[in-house]
């Protein structure tokens, strides 16, 4: 890749995470306002099962040796699109987004042919604030997709939480319980179904990843129609920087949808962080989600904190 005269580029190592996490930190405060990732999050992306940093990870050091960019492909079930992620020091570093972008698509189209695949979908987030960013995107041939929303809510007085509706119940998920685990997946398989993003796993492998999320257990629930499993609420320490709780995933299946499922399960949620100190909850929410669930997040107080915008286009397979 091209990088100014006395820069220079290597493949990342995990003693590398601190370097990596300053600069994703400058990066998530210039476009959202704060940081939105921890060591964990960066180790994590270093070690995911369809990554190996030794191929699919760059860093830019400039000519102090300061990490001031950092790349890394994202794919968490090894099949459909790939995700990359590119992260520059915004004042320092913002000339290197492009040759890192370039690599790394050359990288996609290395890993579609690995796969077998004429060609691979690839995509990548730009918010507000990146309009160079958005420009570089558009110059690389990529198209918008969607819009994702982030939304949140004081917990500072929150409300007792109301009684459920008639009939419907909410549970903690028992964690010990392997039934229980295969109870909730079926749950979040099902009710995501209807998704167009959305790219099923099976249990064996989406119970594998769970073990990052064993912090959180107390924070998962299940929701239930006079008895009938009906609903589930996954949460993540995603957002503790913030001293936030964190919907990671709210799955109501179809059949009991607009019957107060949802919203009980995010009242309870935001009941349960608030018992623990939490200034605030939030989540993310895909807007072109057919479900129509920012009418349901903004009925329990949620709103608009900001968005960011995904972008992707199709990378031919190396050699096609």
Same mark, same amino acid.
């Given at each position: 890749?091209?990088?100014?005269?006395?820069?220079?580029?290597?493949? #990342?190592?995990l003693?590398?995470?601190?370097?990596?996490?300053?600069?994703?930190?400058?990066?998530?405060?210039?476009?959202?306002?704060?940081?939105?990732?921890?060591a964990?999050?960066? @180790?994590?992306?270093?070690?995911? #099962?369809?990554?190996d940093?030794?191929?699919?990870?760059?860093?830019v050091?400039?000519?102090?040796?300061?990490?001031?960019?950092?790349?890394?492909?994202?794919? #968490?079930?090894?099949?459909g699109?790939?995700?990359?992620?590119?992260?520059?020091?915004?004042v320092r570093?913002?000339?290197?987004?492009?040759?890192?972008?370039?690599r790394?698509?050359?990288?996609?189209?290395e890993?579609?042919? @690995?796969?077998?695949?004429?060609?691979?979908?690839?995509?990548?987030?730009?918010?507000?604030? @990146?309009?160079?960013?958005?420009?570089?995107?558009a110059?690389?041939?990529?198209?918008?997709?969607?819009?994702? !929303?982030?939304?949140?809510?004081?917990?500072?007085?929150?409300?007792?939480?109301?009684?459920?509706?008639?009939?419907?119940?909410?549970?903690?998920?028992?964690?010990?319980?392997?039934?229980?685990?295969?109870?909730?997946h079926?749950?979040?398989?099902?009710?995501?179904?209807?998704?167009?993003?959305?790219?099923?796993?099976?249990?064996?492998?989406?119970?594998e990843?769970? #073990?990052?999320?064993?912090?959180?257990?107390?924070?998962?629930f299940?929701?239930?129609v006079?008895?009938?499993?009906?609903?589930?609420?996954?949460?993540?320490d995603?957002?503790?920087?913030?001293?936030?709780?964190?919907v990671?995933?709210?799955?109501?299946?179809?059949?009991?949808?607009?019957?107060?499922?949802?919203?009980?399960?995010?009242?309870?949620?935001?009941?349960?962080?608030?018992?623990?100190?939490?200034?605030?909850?939030?989540?993310?929410?895909?807007?072109?989600?057919?479900?129509?669930?920012?009418?349901?997040?903004?009925?329990?107080g949620?709103? @608009?904190?900001?968005w960011?915008d !995904?972008?992707?286009?199709?990378?031919?397979?190396?050699g096609?």
């Open positions: 890749m091209t990088l100014p005269v006395g820069w220079s580029a290597r493949r #990342p190592t003693d590398d995470v601190p370097a990596i996490l300053a600069v994703v930190h400058a990066a998530d405060t210039f476009a959202i306002g704060h940081p939105d990732f921890d964990e999050d960066v @180790e994590a992306a270093l070690t995911a #099962p369809f990554v940093p030794a191929l699919d990870s760059w860093l050091s400039d000519h102090d040796g300061r990490v001031v960019g950092w790349t890394v492909v994202d794919n #968490p079930t090894g099949v699109r790939e995700f990359v992620g590119v992260f520059v020091d915004p570093a913002e000339a290197v987004r492009v040759p890192l972008l370039t790394m698509l050359d990288r996609v189209a890993r579609a042919a @690995e796969r077998g695949l004429s060609a691979l979908t690839v995509r990548t987030t730009a918010c507000a604030p @990146e309009t160079r960013w958005v420009a570089e995107l110059e690389a041939g990529f198209t918008r997709a969607k819009r994702y !929303m982030r939304m949140s809510r004081t917990l500072t007085g929150l409300p007792a939480e109301p009684p459920c509706p008639p009939g419907v119940t909410i549970r903690p998920l028992h964690a010990g319980d392997e039934a229980d685990l295969r109870l909730f079926r749950i979040f398989d099902t009710a995501f179904r209807d998704t167009s993003d959305y790219e099923p796993v099976g249990y064996d492998q989406w119970r990843h769970l #073990p990052p999320y064993a912090r959180t257990w107390d924070e998962w299940v929701a239930e006079d008895g009938v499993p009906a609903g589930a609420l996954q949460s993540s995603q957002a503790l920087e913030q001293d936030q709780g964190w990671r995933t709210l799955s109501v299946l179809p059949a009991y949808r607009r019957h107060g499922v949802g919203a009980a399960l995010l009242r309870r949620a935001f009941t349960v962080y608030a018992a623990k100190g939490r200034r605030s909850a939030g989540l993310g929410v895909d807007l072109a989600n057919p479900t129509s669930p920012a009418t349901l997040y903004r009925s329990v949620l709103n @608009e904190a900001w960011t !995904m972008y992707e286009q199709a990378v031919p397979a190396a096609v």
